[in-house]
Structure formats: structure tokens, C-alpha cells
């Protein structure tokens, strides 16, 4: 069982960056790989960012490339997520999750756990 707490959320401007965080429970963190998914408003959950269990893979849709970094510290049982240049677009309830696909997703239905999100805003 992991349960994952999301953090960092908030209300920014066009232009400027914020860090998600995601603390997860459990002494086996490393054997799992992470996702971040968002979701707007009428719409459906999508991928954003994954990264497999060593933290030395990492895969991010298209719309986010160059723009999001997706790490982790599995000394810490952490998993983050750094958001540059945010747009309004960007906007929506971030979601860590948790697969026992070690390699890592970006499939939700691949994902056994799930935070209750934290609401990113982006004004423009």
C-alpha cells in the first residue's frame, strides 16, 4: 500500500514557475514508477510527466517538454515536479501517481495509487 500527499500548488502568473511536490509512504518507494497527471475543468485526467524507479528515465507529453523537469529522492521518498515558464493552459489539479511499473507510464489505468491533487492555477 502507498499512499501519496501533493503539495505546492497555487496561483501564479504567465511566465512563472512552481515545484510540485509528492510525499509518498512506504519503504520500497524506489520499486515504483511515478507519474504526474492533470486535470482542467471538463476535462478528462492526462498524462504529464513520468519517471521510472531509479529516476534515471523520464518521459513528459509533448505540451510540457522543455518546460517541466519530473525528479525524485527515493533517500527521501519524494517525488517533484519543477514547472517553468507556465502558461494558462497549464492550469488544473495536479495528481501524483504510483505504479508498480518500475519503468514507468503514462498510461492512468497503469497507476494503483493516487493523491488527491493539488489545484495549480495560471493566470494570464
Known amino acids: 500500500q502507498v499512499q501519496l500527499v501533493e503539495s505546492g500548488g497555487g496561483l501564479v502568473q504567465a511566465g512563472d514557475s512552481l515545484r510540485l511536490s509528492c510525499a509518498a509512504s512506504g519503504r520500497t518507494f524506489s520499486n515504483y514508477g511515478m507519474g504526474w497527471f492533470r486535470q482542467a475543468p471538463g476535462k478528462e485526467r492526462e498524462f504529464v510527466a513520468t519517471?521510472?524507479?531509479?529516476?534515471?528515465?523520464?518521459s513528459y507529453e509533448d505540451s510540457v517538454k522543455e518546460r517541466f523537469t519530473i525528479s525524485r529522492d527515493n533517500a527521501k521518498n519524494l517525488v517533484f515536479l519543477q514547472m517553468n515558464m507556465l502558461k494558462p493552459e497549464d492550469t488544473g489539479v495536479y495528481y501524483c501517481?504510483?505504479?508498480?511499473?518500475?519503468?514507468?507510464?503514462?498510461?492512468?489505468?497503469?497507476?494503483?495509487?493516487w493523491g488527491q491533487g493539488t489545484q495549480v492555477t495560471v493566470s494570464s
Open positions: 501517481a504510483a505504479s508498480t511499473i518500475v519503468f514507468g507510464t503514462r498510461a492512468p489505468y497503469d497507476y494503483e495509487y
Open positions: 519517471i521510472n524507479g531509479s529516476g534515471k528515465t523520464t
